[in-house]
């Protein structure tokens, strides 16, 4: 149900480009400390979505938190590659999904990462590295 709601959430924002205070309140009571950690992420700049030339296929990477700034490859609805999805998403199930997750969901819906084509080699060896 949750998930549902934050969808229907997402599709709003994606149409008008643009997120309302009832928007951020309602991702803020679904997501918590995720989501504010997530809109600081896109705040900085911190996603990139990185797009095959020929196939079309896409994925997101997402600058972490640490001082280390790592970068964690992201499907937005299903996977990430962080030790929190591992852990409190698919483990514990604690979370519905990662600051990383939400950090593309929000990137994507507002437009606001920077984009990279590069080619289907490319990217199979991005996803090979996981």
Partial sequence: MSLAVAGAVWKEIKSSRSVTDDHLSILHFLFGRN????????????VRKISAVTSGRSLFVVVGESKRKEEYICFADHHCTCYSFFYDVVCRGEQLCCKHQLAAQLAEAVEAYVESDVSDEQLTLMLSRI
Avoid at 35 to 46: L, S, Y
């Fill in 35 to 46: 989501f504010e950690r997530a809109a600081r992420i896109v705040d900085e700049g911190g």
